[in-house]
């Protein structure tokens, strides 16, 4: 999918998506003291679809059902003003510390560069092998000599374009209240 020139990833897609979605989400304050701050993002008039963000001396919360993780989801050492910044995912997701998990779609990428970069005896080899196991997968993997992540993790895509669509609504909504 492209969105003028630029080709939208399946990340940008889900941002887009979660974007639309709160869109009709207003910002609430809940409290606004000189040590803690905290916001309320829902639609108005109902509990569900929302989360609590606050900011106190030590980081940011963000809790609710409405959440990038299965938790409350927290960021350490930074406040209302950074959270306001044009930011990219990857970055608050690394800030927010959001989990990394096991995700076979990009193991298979893994698995598929590495075999591209074999000779045509190790293709040939590579190619006869199937998994039933998230192991198994790791094994070839590392007996072809992948190094990069030991873990075989990644951030989830879901996760991180929640993390996103919240922060970026949070700021177009903080902005009006500004005002």
Known sequence: MTNGNAVMTNQDQMIQQND???ADH??????????????R???PDTIFYSCYITFTPDG??????????????????YGLEWFTNQMDGSYLAQKFRLRKQWIW??????????????????????GE?????????????CEMGWEDDPTMEWLSDTEVAWLVSIQKAFKREYGKLAQ
């Open 41 to 43: 993002l829902g639609k």
């Open 26 to 39: 207003k910002l609430t304050v809940i409290c606004d003291t000189k040590d803690v701050k905290c916001y």
């Open 20 to 22: 639309e979605t709160l």
């Open 129 to 141: 092998l199937s998994f039933e196991t998230p192991c198994e997968y790791y094994e070839a993997l």
């Open 105 to 126: 779609d990009k193991a298979k990428e893994e698995w598929d560069r590495l075999v591209a970069d074999e000779d045509a005896e190790g293709q040939q080899v590579a």
């Open 60 to 77: 940011i919360s963000i809790a609710g059902d409405l959440t990038p993780s299965e938790n409350a989801d927290y960021c350490r050492g």
